[in-house]
């Protein structure tokens, strides 16, 4: 079973086996995930909010920044009258 000591900054080098098993990298980034009986799980946190791009398809208008900002302000005109 790999092994890690902690130094006396609270880090933790990941032995290589796990590295390689969970695709961990430089740069990688790490959840500590609180189970129920008190232990924790390690998720490596994989890709970014730009990873979901293309994901979904829109088949509507394309709509500009300004028209987005006026609906806001409408909306938010709206609400106050309400």
Known sequence: MPT???????Q????I?????????T???VEFV???DGGYELFVATG???DLRGMFEWNGPT????????AI???AAESMNS
């Open 63 to 70: 709509v500009t920044i300004e028209e987005m900002d006026e």
């Open 34 to 36: 609180a189970r129920a």
């Open 73 to 75: 302000a409408a909306s």
């Open 4 to 10: 890690a000591t902690v130094t006396s900054k609270g």
């Open 27 to 29: 740069g990688s980034r």
């Open 48 to 50: 970014s909010v730009m």
């Open 12 to 15: 933790v080098t990941i032995p």
């Open 17 to 25: 086996e796990v590295r390689q098993k969970l695709g961990i990298h």
